[in-house]
């Protein structure tokens, strides 16, 4: 079977070494293309990671014949624009999280992607990672019994780009869809519904306690899953310490991890902690790109599509009462 040839719009520096290698990589899968509004930076790209093409503009490499699907990697205010574009050329679309800066043009995507019959996925990596694979086996094994309920933490301090008043787009909302709850919370809802399953109610209430930029640093959650269970979260971005724990309780037992740091995962049951420290890939995007690859080349399936990057989507559009 052919490789699967790929177009990246957006090189900047999610691709150097989460993604852009994965696409070489891969099994079955080649970069043939990469694309950015600074020409010169894209041809340095180009250059340095032995891509054979670049451009400047996206509608070219999206209509160039050797590129077969293309991944989006700009911030999330131009993932509509660029993948129906690329659902028009008929071509297979992979979008960076979050999908879009709301529910609604996660929705258009998803209709213009299955109305002109291309493929949708989203890069909800941490699917295919075999530290979170892990903790979903575990779970599903049943090490921890019946899954009562989930508390996430997560804080962080101001970073000192933000206590200068720097500019940066991930805390403005008019191009990420929010702040740092939409740019890091998304994986960890994600993951949470690849773990435990859809989560069917969502609320919440965010504010902005340091008063550093215009979206929120502060948010608390509460989710309902599809099988009853119960969440409880807070997120906080101007905290004065690093706190990174989803804490999943069970029947028999508990499950803590880390959603960003490298800490164990750590399983307590029967009286006894067992400590898993599985490391990721040098790119940390590679496993999740393999699955895209096989199942664009019809031997796999992908567990990270359309319709599950939107379902985050809404879950934030809830919490953050953008929709009701």
């Known amino acids: ?20 290698p994965g696409f070489q990589k891969a099994i079955g899968s080649e ?5 950015r509004r600074n020409g010169a930076l894209a041809e340095d790209y180009a250059r340095r990671h032995h891509v054979p093409k670049w451009y400047d503009d996206a509608a070219a490499l999206i209509a160039d014949a050797d590129v077969d699907a293309v991944y989006i990697a700009t911030p999330p205010s131009s993932h509509r624009e660029y993948a129906l574009a690329a659902a028009r050329a008929g071509k297979p679309v992979y ?5 879009a800066v709301s529910y609604a043009e996660c929705l258009e995507i998803i209709t213009a992607c299955e109305d002109a019959k291309v493929p949708l996925f989203t890069a909800f990596y941490r699917r295919a990672l075999p530290r979170f694979l892990n903790v979903k086996s575990l779970i599903d094994d049943g ?4 899954v009562c309920g989930v508390n996430i933490r997560f804080y962080q301090p101001p970073s000192e780009k933000d206590l200068q008043g720097a500019y940066q787009w991930r ?7 929010g702040g740092y709850f939409v740019d890091l919370g998304a994986h960890m809802i994600d993951l949470l519904q690849y773990i435990l399953g859809p989560i069917v109610e969502a609320a919440g209430s965010s504010s902005n306690r340091g008063g550093l ?3 929120e640093d502060t948010v608390s959650a509460a989710f309902a899953f599809e099988g009853g269970v119960q969440c409880a979260g807070l997120w906080s971005f101007n905290a004065h310490e690093h706190i990174d724990v989803t804490e999943i ?9 880390p959603t960003f740091q490298h800490t164990p995962i750590l399983l307590e049951s029967n009286g006894m902690i067992d400590h898993f420290e599985i ?6 995007q590679q496993p999740l790109i393999q699955t895209i690859v096989d199942e664009l080349r019809g031997t796999g399936t992908c567990p990270s599509t359309g319709r599950t990057g939107a379902m985050t989507n809404r879950v934030m559009d809830k919490v953050l009462g953008r929709l009701f």
């Not at 309780?249 to 991890?257: A, E, F, L, Q």
């Not at 490391?279 to 940390?284: E, G, Q, S, V």
Request: glycine share 14%; proline share 7%.
């Open 171 to 177: 805390v403005d909302p008019a191009i990420a869809g």
């Open 213 to 215: 930029y215009t979206a």
């Open 249 to 257: 309780v069970g029947s028999k037992g508990r499950i803590t991890y």
């Open 279 to 284: 490391p990721h890939p040098d790119h940390i």
């Open 143 to 146: 090490r921890i019994g019946t």
């Open 95 to 99: 979008i960076e999280k979050p999908m």
């Open 31 to 35: 970069l043939t293309a990469v694309m």
């Open 1 to 20: 079977m052919k490789k699967i040839r790929w177009g990246i719009i957006g090189c900047g520096d999610v691709t150097e070494v989460k993604s852009g």
